[in-house]
């Protein structure tokens, strides 16, 4: 994803904070928001209230759902976030059938205990809310609010979107902790950073960094049942 220029982010801000003080309903932030590029809205919530970040937060799926029926060329039904054929539409992508959905709060704490077993010696990784961040000492650095988009409905696979929600926290934390250890981590047999991957296979996620036939780290996997919650 490009850089977000800085006075889209102070716009962006600015909208998201109006929307989580309840000024605007979600309609109008999206109007506003249409020609704005946001990443992860976690990004956008410090600052804020906790009562603010939560409203935010309790927000963001239908946010990003309206946004995303606007993109040119989207196929996504023009109905109601969780409507009756809201719902039908999302029962029909591969992964949904049971009217379960990940929930991104489950899927950072799952991706962060998985971390937090193979970091060097002196780190560790936590999640809040969604946002997956790596700890030193008394230093703090966030990785990836990727574990936000697990949950859009967007025409993609189930499988897709975690695969790709995992491989950019996985990124996101590798590149904190090198930031933090000034040096490549995990170091690779050709002397670089082993890049990560994952993969669902099955009802497991798998992750790895380096060959997946011979990783130079490898990360439990993870049961996709333990990250799905019921939106029916």
């Keep these: 994803m490009k850089p977000v220029p800085p006075s889209s982010t102070i716009a962006i801000r600015i909208v998201l904070a109006r929307l989580a003080a309840g000024e605007i309903d979600v ?8 020609d704005l590029t946001p990443a992860g809205l976690a990004m956008y919530a410090h600052g804020m209230t906790p009562d603010q970040q939560a409203r935010l937060h309790a927000l963001a799926p239908e946010l ?3 946004m995303a029926k606007r993109v040119p060329g989207s196929r996504l039904p ?7 054929e809201y719902h039908a539409f999302v029962k029909s ?17 799952a991706m962060t205990e998985r971390l937090d077993r193979v970091v060097p010696s002196g780190l560790s990784v936590r999640s809040d809310g969604c946002s997956v ?4 000492k ?6 990836s609010a990727a574990a936000d988009y697990v949950a859009d ?9 975690l695969s790709t929600a995992a491989w950019a926290i996985l990124s996101g934390t590798q590149d904190a902790i090198m930031e933090i250890l000034t040096e490549q981590w995990p170091l690779g047999p050709n002397g670089g950073a082993a890049e990560p991957e994952a993969r669902v296979e099955g009802d497991r996620l798998l992750m790895w960094f380096g060959e997946e036939q011979a990783p130079v780290v490898a990360l439990p996997p993870l049961d996709l049942a333990d990250v799905m919650e019921r939106t029916t």
């Design 27 to 34: 309609a109008h932030a999206v109007d506003e928001l249409y």
């Design 64 to 66: 990003r759902w309206e």
């Design 78 to 84: 023009k109905v109601p976030y969780r409507s009756p």
């Design 93 to 109: 992508i591969p992964g949904h059938e049971d009217g379960r959905t990940p929930s991104p709060q489950r899927f950072a704490a």
């Design 133 to 136: 961040n790596v700890y030193c």
């Design 138 to 143: 008394g230093l703090h650095l966030h990785g």
């Design 153 to 161: 409905v967007d025409g993609r696979t189930l499988a897709d979107r």
